[in-house]
């Protein structure tokens, strides 16, 4: 009888870290949260639950009206990524 191992199949996992988002208490809740130019949802939703975000650079935007944007680019390798997101606002 002959026995062999099968590579696996299906889908294998993508490495990734995880982007947790806190937000500084002046900073609204319902902010939008974009990575990659892509809306992913409130920051108050993407806060609480976090991100997997694929090894690599990626673009990070939190906007809301009244509010100057905040950009930052971060790179994904091994470690969790953490940010603190502060918005200042427009003035009148």
Known sequence: AFAFAAPACG???IPAVTLKM???PETP???SVSIDEQYIGPLVYVGSRG???PLGTHGI???KD???PFDQMVT???DDIELIVKLEP???
């Open 61 to 63: 935007t939190v906007e």
């Open 22 to 24: 806190r937000r500084a």
């Open 90 to 92: 427009i003035p009148d």
């Open 76 to 78: 994904s390798d091994r």
């Open 11 to 13: 889908p294998q996992p």
């Open 29 to 31: 809740r319902n902010a």
């Open 66 to 68: 009244g509010y100057f």
């Open 51 to 53: 991100v997997r975000l």
